[in-house]
């Protein structure tokens, strides 16, 4: 178990529809990162939050935002969902902003666009 | 530009013997980090072994050790000893900086190990 817990851990939805995933990082753990697990597009950094504040974007699509709260929890919203949409989502936590320290990841949230 | 590879889709591997995983990475920083994580069935990706640029020995974590040649730019992971339970994704990532003065993890496409009774 690495700590970090997300929920739900499976999502189906149609297309149009918007959805948030879930993300609380193992404690003390300042920084979140999401990423997107595709087929196609293998392990994609999306963007990282840091004691609350966006710290690097990456390949996000405009229709997804992410914001940490202030107990450190992250919520990834994802909106006006395509088929493409459709992967396992990751949260993963570190303690700082990720100077050569691992991450931890969660067990991911599998979306289905359908 | 690809910063990491992995040029094995598939391996498969005898129950007790050894594996080699390749990884080699494309990188100007002086300064970086090579991460090997497994993803098994389940989907969940865990830590395996950690080598630092600067780190002057090969990292090793029980049964996983990294053989780490700078000048050839390659991160290799073996696993010693191989089990069933070593069935699994296995991913070679580096850490990269960003703009806003942080680091994320930039993955490769990943290994498939399969080990066989």
């Known amino acids: 178990d690495s700590g970090v817990t997300q929920t739900p851990k499976h999502l189906i939805t149609a297309t149009g529809q918007r959805v948030t995933l879930r993300c609380s990082p193992r404690?003390?753990?300042?920084?979140v990162y999401w990423y997107q697990q595709s087929l196609d597009q293998g392990l994609q950094f999306l963007i990282q939050y840091y004691n609350g504040e966006e710290r690097a974007k990456g390949n996000i699509l405009e229709r997804f935002s992410a914001q940490q709260f202030p107990d450190l929890h992250s919520e990834l919203n994802l909106s006006s969902l395509e088929l493409g949409d459709s992967a396992l989502y990751f949260c993963?936590?570190?303690?700082?902003?990720?100077?050569?320290?691992?991450?931890?990841f969660g067990s991911g949230t599998q979306l289905s666009v359908l | 530009a690809q910063k990491i590879t992995q040029t094995q889709p598939g391996m498969f591997v005898q129950e007790k013997e050894a594996v080699t995983l390749d990884c080699t990475y494309d990188?100007?920083?002086?300064?970086?980090?090579l991460f090997w994580y497994k993803q098994p069935s389940s989907g969940e990706m865990i830590f395996l072994i950690y080598?630092?640029?600067?780190?002057?020995q090969n990292a090793t974590e029980g049964r996983y050790s990294l053989n780490f040649q700078k000048a050839r730019k390659s991160a290799n992971l073996v696993i010693s000893a191989s089990q069933l339970g070593d069935s699994a994704m296995y991913f070679c990532a580096m850490r990269e900086s960003t703009q806003g003065g942080s680091e994320k993890l930039v993955f490769g496409k990943g290994t498939k190990l399969t080990v066989n009774p």
């Open positions: 990188t100007s920083d002086p300064s970086y980090g």
């Open positions: 404690s003390g753990d300042l920084s």
């Open positions: 080598q630092g640029s600067y780190d002057q």
């Open positions: 993963a936590s570190s303690a700082t902003r990720g100077n050569n320290e691992k991450l931890f």
